[in-house]
């Protein structure tokens, strides 16, 4: 497999002049409807929702989108955990160096982002905005410094300093600081979708909040985050203890809607050289 991929890589290199200045890479997995594991087909999180025993597939691909090299993982292996040797494979088999990788946030862990720094590496990761500090998202709320962008979008950026947490070598967490150069964007078709995909899911809470017999249903995916709990006696005063009811979390549901249509990337590429 191995030498099938480095022949392959410099034949597409040589016809098709391969760009692998950026690098793409993501992780999938396949099930197999088998009984048993084994050293390779293991229960992990099923893209598919399965129970069946997986295997992990990484996958690096060029910037045209044409696949570079894969790796199979047991699958009980963390995604995030499959990308530094991948990357070791790009640099040992096939001399792939002073690359910028581009993933999504579940795959950049902030083990993963200093071992990229450390190889002299560059990076492009989604950052969730609704998980983010609120110093953040002020930050991205603030109207001021953005630039439109086409009719319905707008956006900004900044440099500044993020704190990750970094596994060592002896299993120990540690605290990092790097300086990143933070993009925000605003569109307002993301915004829109962001309310279409929600929509069903508040629905239902405010059906649930409204009929106290569909309470048992409130564990409908994606519902129940929309419901607080109280306890309140027989006279409706509120309590600590006794009869239990579910009312609608306006407030939680604002503050989704106020950030609904905006979408972050960081990187620690400040701006790359043509020449």
Request: hydrophobic share 35%.
């Amino acid at each position: 497999k191995d030498q099938f991929l480095a022949a392959l890589h410099k034949r597409i290199s040589k016809l098709y002049q391969r760009d692998t200045s950026v690098v793409y890479y993501d992780i999938t997995n396949y099930y197999f409807e088998i009984d048993k594991e084994d050293e390779l087909r293991k229960k992990g999180v099923s893209k598919e929702h399965r129970p069946d025993p997986i295997v992990q597939m990484g996958l690096f691909a060029d910037e045209a989108g044409l696949p570079i090299s894969y790796g199979l993982y047991a699958g009980n292996t963390n995604d995030s955990k499959t990308l530094p040797s991948m990357m070791g494979d790009l640099a040992y088999e096939f001399d792939i160096q002073n690359i910028i990788v581009v993933a999504d946030k579940g795959m950049m862990s902030g083990t993963n982002l200093a071992h990229i720094r450390s190889h002299r590496n560059g990076y492009v990761i989604s950052y969730s905005v609704r998980g983010a500090s609120k110093a953040f998202q002020e930050y991205v709320l603030d109207e001021d410094g953005y630039i439109p962008w086409g009719r319905d979008a707008r956006y900004k950026s900044r440099d500044q300093p993020r704190v990750i947490e970094v596994v060592d070598r002896k299993g120990d967490k540690i605290k990092r600081t790097i300086n990143e150069r933070q993009i925000v964007f605003y569109s307002r078709k993301y915004a829109e979708k962001a309310k279409h995909d929600r929509a069903k899911a508040v629905e239902k809470a405010r059906m649930i909040a409204e009929h106290p017999a569909l309470r048992a249903k409130a564990t409908v995916k994606g519902a129940v985050k929309y419901l607080n709990t109280i306890r309140y006696d027989k006279q409706g005063e509120v309590i600590s203890s006794s009869q239990e009811d579910m009312v609608f979390d306006e407030e939680k549901l604002a503050a989704e809607e106020r950030l609904d249509g905006y979408y972050a990337i960081m990187t620690n590429v400040i701006g790359t050289n043509p020449g």
